[in-house]
């Protein structure tokens, strides 16, 4: 079953804004606190010798374990089916995942608000191996990302605080549903939770703007606590 993404960002940006989310977050009746955790996260885009067509299709034929056996199928159905893949491999609490995300809208898969997505664990191999993978497949580092992340459960929606290298705080509003036709209405939902803390979605020009003046700086940044303003 293919798993659509649906999700808002807010921008905070200082600590005192996020202190005062995270306090008003808490206080709010049925939040599920739901851990915590540092992350890695690697992006990629096509080599200049390879079309991201190419390099997907290649990484379809990697040899690569899952913990889930119906993962294969899946990564199948979102590389045939999905749009402007976004690629990347994840590292958190000593575990690595490779991610696939594909647009279902008008917005990037990278950062867009609606998105196929594909997140699974991969067995036997460290962060570094499994890069190698995907270099291998026709792709090339597109930027190296860290942040501390605190995920809630809140109304049926996962909030999560971060804290992002270059981007500093961020809070995202998350709902994932099944049917492409439920995305709209998952939208509405995540914007009206956003407006009970009194928080401003970031838009998407702007997040791209963001965006890409990391992916061009990403070594200053990269785990340290830099942060960058661009309006």
Same mark, same amino acid.
């Not at 792709?139 to 597109?142: E, V």
């Not at 709209?184 to 509405?188: C, D, L, Y």
């Not at 838009?203 to 003046?213: C, I, T």
């Given at each position: 079953m293919s798993q659509y993404e649906v999700e808002i960002k807010s921008l905070l940006g200082d600590v005192s804004v996020a202190d005062a989310f995270r306090s008003k977050l808490l206080s709010s009746q049925g939040v599920q606190?739901?851990?915590?955790n540092r992350q =890695?996260?690697?992006?990629? &885009?096509?080599s200049a010798v390879s079309s991201s067509?190419?390099?997907?299709?290649?990484?379809?034929?990697?040899d =690569?374990?899952?913990?889930? &056996?119906s993962a294969r199928a899946r990564l199948e159905k979102i590389v045939k089916h999905g749009q402007n893949h976004s690629v990347r491999t994840r590292e958190y609490d000593g575990h690595v995942f490779l991610v696939l995300k594909a647009s279902v809208d008008d917005t990037t898969s990278s950062n867009g608000i609606a998105r196929m997505e594909f997140e699974e664990e991969v067995q036997?191999?460290?962060l570094d191996e499994l890069d190698q993978i995907l270099l291998s497949s026709g792709?090339?580092?597109?930027a190296k990302w860290s942040r501390e992340r605190e995920e809630y459960a809140f109304e049926g929606a996962v909030v999560t605080l971060d804290r992002n290298a270059g981007y500093g705080y961020l809070a995202e509003f998350e709902k994932v549903v099944s049917d492409p036709k439920e995305v709209?209405?998952?939208?509405?939902f995540l914007r009206e939770i956003l407006g009970q803390f009194d928080l401003e979605e970031l838009?998407?020009?702007?997040?791209?703007?963001?965006?890409?003046?990391y992916n061009a700086n990403w070594q200053e940044y990269y785990g340290t606590d830099k942060v960058f303003v661009i309006e």
């Open positions: 606190f739901r851990g915590s =890695l996260n690697h992006y990629f &885009v096509a067509e190419q390099a997907v299709v290649a990484l379809l034929k990697a =690569l374990s899952f913990s889930d &056996v036997g191999m460290t792709f090339i580092h597109q709209s209405g998952a939208q509405i838009s998407q020009e702007r997040l791209e703007r963001m965006f890409a003046h």
